[in-house]
T-cell receptor, first 115, second 109 residues
């Protein structure tokens, strides 16, 4: 069964450093998403991406965040200058379409720890 | 008011029992509805979509009440492997899923 993969599984960084989280969505999917989940809290939408541009973003997704699809397979989330409060689990997801039947499939997540 | 509200639990239920969760959502423009399941420190996985007519998948039944803006999930004949956090999710727009904080379920032998 095809799956979304994410690397690394755990990233530890110093406050102020840049991090890039990587995702490989399911190959025939067209829509890509990033979510985050702070430990013990709910999943929060960050951004959606379609046709090489951002479709929608939340208030969390400020100028410190950016996304890119550098090639035909990877989808990345960059945090330019990490803050302590960026520590969370970051999930990538992808879907074929937007209808209810088009399930968003989630990757296993990257745990980001900012020290 | 929270956009998607759930009882955090935990619900401690003996194996074989029936358990039900409810979820309320605030935005009447919400378009589609889902139940996801999340195991500890794992990614969310879709359990089932929720349709207006109600739908069933094996031991799981989901219902939607648009007038009252709530969604329910019923689990019959619960198994130890059903222990997880159940997340109520609402699709507010075409792209954005809004998540409840989840209801923790613990099935005891």
């Amino acid at each position: 069964e095809p799956e979304v993969t994410q690397t690394p599984s755990h990233q530890v960084t110093q406050m102020g450093q840049e991090v890039i989280l990587r995702c490989v969505p399911i190959s025939n999917h067209l829509y890509f998403y990033w979510y985050r989940q702070i430990l013990g809290q709910k999943v929060e939408f960050l951004v959606s991406f379609y046709n090489n541009e951002i479709s929608e973003k939340s208030e969390i997704f400020d100028d410190q965040f950016s996304v890119e699809r550098p090639d035909g397979s990877n989808f990345t989330l960059k945090i330019r200058s990490t803050k302590l409060e960026d520590s969370a689990m970051y999930f990538c997801a992808s879907s074929w379409g937007l209808d209810q039947v088009d399930t968003q499939y989630f990757g296993p997540g990257t745990r980001l720890t900012v020290l | 008011r929270k956009e998607v509200e759930q009882d955090p639990g935990p619900f401690n239920v003996p194996e074989g029992a029936t358990v039900a969760f409810n979820c309320t959502y605030s935005n009447s423009a919400s378009q589609s509805f889902f139940w996801y399941r999340q195991d500890c420190r794992k990614e969310p996985k879709l359990l089932m979509s929720v349709y207006s007519s109600g739908n069933e998948d094996g031991r799981f039944t989901a219902q939607l009440n648009r007038a009252s803006q709530y969604i329910s999930l019923l689990i019959r004949d619960s198994k130890l492997s059903d222990s997880a956090t159940y997340l109520c999710v609402v699709n507010l727009s075409n792209y954005q899923l809004i998540w409840g904080a989840g209801t923790k379920l613990i099935i005891k032998p």
